[in-house]
Structures are given as structure tokens and as C-alpha cells.
T-cell receptor
Framework: EAQVTQNPRYLITVTGKKLTVTCSQN?????MSWYRQDPGLGLRQIYY???????DKGDVPEGYKVSRKEKRNFPLILESPSPNQTSLYFC???????????????FGPGTRLTVL | AQSVTQLDSQVPVFEEAPVELRCNYS??????LFWYVQYPNQGLQLLLK??????LVKGINGFEAEFNKSQTSFHLRKPSVHISDTAEYFC?????????????FGGGTRVLVKP
């Protein structure tokens, strides 16, 4: 089954304790992204990756890091989490845009993070 | 840059009544438009999309949306809702050359279907 998986699904942590949220896709997609969802703001892109070892900032990258060492995995790293990073996080993957057709993005199930 | 405004943050509606969720967007370039649904404690599911062609788009679960270029709107409708339609709905746009294939989302509309 084609899917995007995220782990953990729920996480409660304390300020300053480093954490990693994993994302994996089995569709051989080049593009992967991380979004965060906050009430009234919808989803906003944190970071994206166009392929292995190619990553760039989205709209809200402060306080986050990512890596793309393998095509299937795109972990999100919070080196020193703070309460304002309490949010619902989604990973997404897709083939690269071609300019003529749109390639649908597939979203993971989400990770609910609480930073105390 | 693009922006998306969903005019209603919450929409209560009775079962079997019609519902319309409003979405307006701002963009200096042509965009593709989408509606996603998020059921309680679940991820995002694509309801429908407009890429080109007919401005009336039909999606899953009886939903449809109409693209209006002059009004830069993409409102979502369903003629008769069910309890199971209780969810949050997100309108989104993308430009096909968007860096990082980034979707720009509206703030969401919570639909509560009452019996």
C-alpha cells in the first residue's frame, strides 16, 4: 500500500529536550515536505526537499532542522523545542512538478507534539 | 505569492441541509485549487481539485466546487450533509512552479453537522 508514515503519532516533551519526528514514504517520490498546522492558520510549510541531500526552507523554518540522506526518509529535528512549537505536524511527499500536470501530494497521518 | 482566505471559521449545519464553504484566493499567477478534508484525529484527504477545464468540479462524498476566476473564489458545496461530514475543511492553492511544491492553505472551516 502506497503511504506516508510518521512516528511518533503523539509526543509530549519538555522545553529544550531534543527530539526527532520521522517520516517515511514508499512511493519513490523525489519531493518531501513538512508542514505544521495551527488553529486558524491552516498548514504552513516548514522545510522541503527536492531529492537526496537537497533541502530548503519553507515559510516557517525557525527552530527546525531536516535531513534527507535517503530518498524515502525525511526526519524533522527540533534541537531545542519550545512551547510555541506545540502543533500538529504533517509530512507530505510527491513526484516533482512537471509544469504541465499536477502531481498530487500525499500526506502522512500527522504527529501531535506538545512542548511543556 | 499566494494567499487563501476561508471566510468562515465554523459552520454549524443540520443533517440533510445544504452547506457552502467559502474560499477566496489571491495570486498574481495562475494556480491550481484544492479542497482537503480532515476528519477528527485523522490526516488530510483530498476532496477535489481544479487544474483546468470545466469550472464545476465534482469530488468524493458528494462534494462539488466551482472555480470563479473573476471573483478569485473556489467555494465548496454539498446539497445534503450527513453526520459523517463533521470535519475540518481546508482550501489550498499551488502554482505549478512553486518552490518546494508548496501548497498554500487557508485557515480552515470546521463543519459541525447536527442531527
Amino acid at each position: 500500500e502506497a503511504q506516508v508514515t510518521q512516528n511518533p503519532r503523539y509526543l509530549i516533551t519538555v522545553t529544550g529536550k531534543k527530539l526527532t519526528v520521522t517520516c517515511s514514504q514508499n512511493m519513490n517520490h523525489e519531493y518531501m515536505s513538512w508542514y505544521r498546522q495551527d488553529p486558524g492558520l491552516g498548514l504552513r510549510q516548514i522545510y522541503y526537499s527536492m531529492n537526496v541531500e537537497v533541502t530548503d526552507k519553507g515559510d516557517v523554518p525557525e527552530g527546525y532542522k531536516v535531513s534527507r540522506k535517503e530518498k524515502r526518509n525525511f526526519p524533522l529535528i527540533l534541537e531545542s523545542p519550545s512551547p510555541n512549537q506545540t502543533s500538529l505536524y504533517f509530512c507530505a511527499s510527491s513526484p516533482p512538478p512537471t509544469g504541465k500536470t499536477y502531481n498530487e501530494q500525499f500526506f502522512g497521518p500527522g504527529t501531535r507534539l506538545t512542548v511543556l | 505569492a499566494q494567499s487563501v482566505t476561508q471566510l468562515d471559521s465554523q459552520v454549524p449545519v443540520f443533517e440533510e441541509a445544504p452547506v457552502e464553504l467559502r474560499c477566496n484566493y489571491s495570486s498574481s499567477v495562475s494556480v491550481y485549487l484544492f479542497w482537503y478534508v480532515q476528519y477528527p484525529n485523522q490526516g488530510l484527504q483530498l476532496l477535489l481539485k481544479y487544474l483546468s477545464g470545466s469550472t464545476l468540479v465534482k469530488g468524493i462524498n458528494g462534494f462539488e466546487a466551482e472555480f470563479n476566476k473573476s471573483q478569485t473564489s473556489f467555494h465548496l458545496r454539498k446539497p445534503s450533509v450527513h453526520i459523517s461530514d463533521t470535519a475540518e475543511y481546508f482550501c489550498a492553492v499551488i502554482h505549478f512552479k512553486a518552490a518546494g511544491n508548496k501548497l498554500t492553505f487557508g485557515g480552515g472551516t470546521r463543519v459541525l453537522v447536527k442531527p
